[in-house]
Nanobody
């Protein structure tokens, strides 16, 4: 049973930066594709970014391209989301996901979800 624990969320002004971490335990990290999703109040959970388990191939939502960077550190068994030039529209709960298969960007149903970390961007 894989456990995912997110951290690094908080309150930041528009234009600022945050780095989210997703620490994995209980499984073989290299077996899983990793992803980040977010959910704003009153809205559905939406895709942010994914990174593949083998070659580290990344994919991003259009709304975050050029501002966010997803990465993974096999030694630390952690995935990261570096968020720069944050906007109020980036506010929401950010969730880490892990799947031994590819992670769907629409209606995602990964093997595992983290508990989420709140990101609030003030204008």
């Amino acid at each position: 049973q894989v456990q995912l624990v997110e951290s690094g969320g908080g309150l930041v002004q528009a234009g600022g930066s945050l780095r989210l971490s997703c620490a994995a335990s209980g499984g073989t990290f290299s077996r899983y594709n990793m992803g980040w999703f977010r959910q704003a109040p009153g809205k559905e959970r939406e895709f942010v970014a994914t990174i593949s388990r083998t070659f580290g191939i990344t994919d991003y939502a259009d709304s975050v391209k050029g501002r966010f960077t997803i990465s993974r550190d096999k030694a630390k068994i952690t995935a990261y989301l570096q968020m720069n030039s944050l906007e109020p529209e980036d506010t929401g709960v950010y969730y880490c996901a892990a799947d031994s298969d590819s992670i769907a960007t629409i209606d995602p149903r990964p093997d595992y979800w983290g508990q989420g970390t709140q990101v609030t961007v003030s204008s």
